[in-house]
C-alpha cells in the first residue's frame, strides 16, 4: 500500500501543482503584454480577474491531476523483480493520452507556447515605447518587469523541454521493450532529468535577482536596512551599560 501512494500522490500533486504554476506564468506573460502595450500604465489584469482565473485554474488542474491518481499503480517488470511507477497496463487508452497529449500538449507545449508568444509581444512592446514618448520611469519599469518574464520563460524552456524529451523515449520503448536492463539506464537518465525539471519551480528568486537591478536594490535594502537593524537592536536591549555619574564638591562650606 505504501508503494502504491508513493507511486500514485508524487505523479498527480505534481501534474495539478506544475500546472498551477504554468497557468500563473502564461497569465504573467498575457499581463505584461497588455500593460505595455497601453498609452498610460494600468494593470492589464486587475486584481479580482486574478483571484478568479488563479481559481479557475486551480478547478483545471485537479480535475487534469485526477486521472493520474487513479490510473497510475506500481507495475512489475516481466522477468525481474523490479517495479516502476507507470500507467496500469490495462489502460492503454491512458497510457497513449499521457504520452501523446497529457505531457507533450497540456503540460508541455501549450503553457510554453502562450508564455512565449505573449512574452515576445511583450518585448515587442516595451521596444516601440521609446518611439511613443513614454515617460522614462514608466519605461524602466516595464523594461525590468519584461526582462524578468522573459528569463523565466527561458529557464522554464530549458528546465523542461529536455525531461519530455527523455519521458516519452522512455514510455515509448517500455512499451516495446521488457528488457530491464534498459528500463533502469532510462530509470537513471530519467532521474537526472526529473532534478533538473524540479529546478524550474526553485529559480524564480535566482532569476529575478540576476535580471532585475531594482529587485537587487530592493533585496539589499530589506535583508542589510531593515532586518539587520532589528536584528541589531534585539541584541543591544539586554546589554548592559556603564552609567556615568560625575561628582561635583562645593567648596562654599569649607
Not at 525481474?80 to 491512458?94: G, K
Amino acid at each position: 500500500m505504501n508503494k502504491i501512494l508513493r507511486c500514485k500522490i508524487p505523479i498527480a500533486f505534481g501534474q495539478i501543482f506544475g500546472l498551477i504554476s504554468h497557468m500563473i506564468i502564461c497569465f504573467a506573460a498575457i499581463d505584461q503584454c497588455i500593460s505595455s502595450s497601453m498609452h498610460e500604465r494600468r494593470q492589464g489584469i486587475n486584481l479580482k480577474c486574478m483571484k478568479r482565473l488563479i481559481i479557475i485554474s486551480i478547478f483545471l488542474s485537479i480535475l487534469h491531476g485526477i486521472p493520474f491518481l487513479v490510473f497510475y499503480n506500481v507495475q512489475k517488470l516481466s522477468g525481474t523483480n523490479t517495479t516502476t511507477c507507470r500507467p496500469n497496463d490495462n489502460h492503454a487508452l491512458f497510457s497513449k493520452y499521457v504520452v501523446y497529449v497529457g505531457f507533450p500538449i497540456i503540460d508541455v507545449f501549450l503553457p510554453i507556447s502562450i508564455m512565449s508568444v505573449y512574452g515576445l509581444l511583450a518585448f515587442r512592446n516595451v521596444r516601440t515605447m521609446t518611439k511613443r514618448k513614454v515617460h522614462i520611469i514608466r519605461l524602466r519599469l516595464e523594461q525590468q518587469l519584461t526582462a524578468m518574464v522573459l528569463m523565466k520563460i527561458l529557464g522554464v524552456c530549458i528546465t523542461i523541454i529536455p525531461f519530455l524529451i527523455v519521458y516519452i523515449i522512455r514510455f515509448t520503448i517500455s512499451w516495446r521493450n521488457n528488457n530491464p536492463i534498459v528500463e533502469e539506464q532510462f530509470r537513471l537518465v530519467n532521474s537526472v532529468f526529473t532534478i533538473l525539471f524540479l529546478v524550474n519551480y526553485a529559480n524564480s528568486f535566482y532569476i529575478f535577482l540576476i535580471s532585475s537591478a531594482r529587485f537587487r536594490q530592493q533585496l539589499k535594502f530589506v535583508l542589510f536596512d531593515v532586518y539587520l537593524k532589528q536584528w541589531r537592536a534585539k541584541r543591544n536591549i539586554n546589554r548592559v551599560h556603564p552609567i556615568e555619574r560625575s561628582f561635583v564638591l562645593s567648596i562654599s562650606n569649607y
